[in-house]
């Protein structure tokens, strides 16, 4: 039998929601290491099969590190005599927003993908450079 029929609609809801795979959602979420050094913050990324083509870093206004992944896994098979009744492809995205502390230096952030790790290095704002950024305001 292809299809399952039921007579009443509300029990089959509840089927198709109860054996939906939740193990997929965890799946493609990156599992993330945070490491605080003397001199800076790194951010590490479980992200087995992508390359530095595949992965987005922006600050946005908010002063968020938004982290956004897309990796699309296409297998095209070309064959006369294949006619697909179901083809699925399947398309990994993720995209985080992390929230930057006050003391990283901005300009010098830095992200490499090595061996299936995405490593973003997050230098914090030095004594001398905090004294530069601070103003003094002229009351007149």
């Known amino acids: 039998m292809l299809m399952r029929k039921s007579q009443d609609f509300m ?9 939906w795979n939740w193990s997929n959602v965890a799946d493609t979420t990156p599992r993330m290491n945070v490491i605080e050094n003397k001199n800076d913050y790194q951010l590490e990324f479980s992200v087995p ?22 990796k699309e896994n296409k297998n095209e098979h070309k064959d006369e005599h294949r006619h697909y009744l179901r083809r699925e492809f399947s398309t990994e995205q993720f995209r985080q927003l ?3 502390p006050d003391d990283i230096h901005k300009e010098a952030i ?8 995405l490593t ?4 914090k704002v030095t004594i001398e450079e905090k004294k530069q950024l601070a103003q003094t305001i002229e009351v007149k």
Do not use: S, Y
């Not at 870093?57 to 968020?64: G, H, Q, R, S, W």
């Not at 830095?110 to 790790?117: I, L, R």
């Not at 973003?120 to 230098?123: I, N």
């Open 49 to 70: 099969g992508l390359v530095k083509e595949d992965v987005q870093l922006t600050i946005d206004t908010d002063n968020n590190l938004v982290v956004e992944m897309i």
């Open 98 to 100: 992390i929230a930057l």
């Open 120 to 123: 973003v290095t997050l230098p």
């Open 11 to 19: 029990p089959a809801l509840f089927n198709d929601f109860l054996d």
């Open 110 to 117: 830095e992200a490499k993908v090595e061996n299936g790790v």
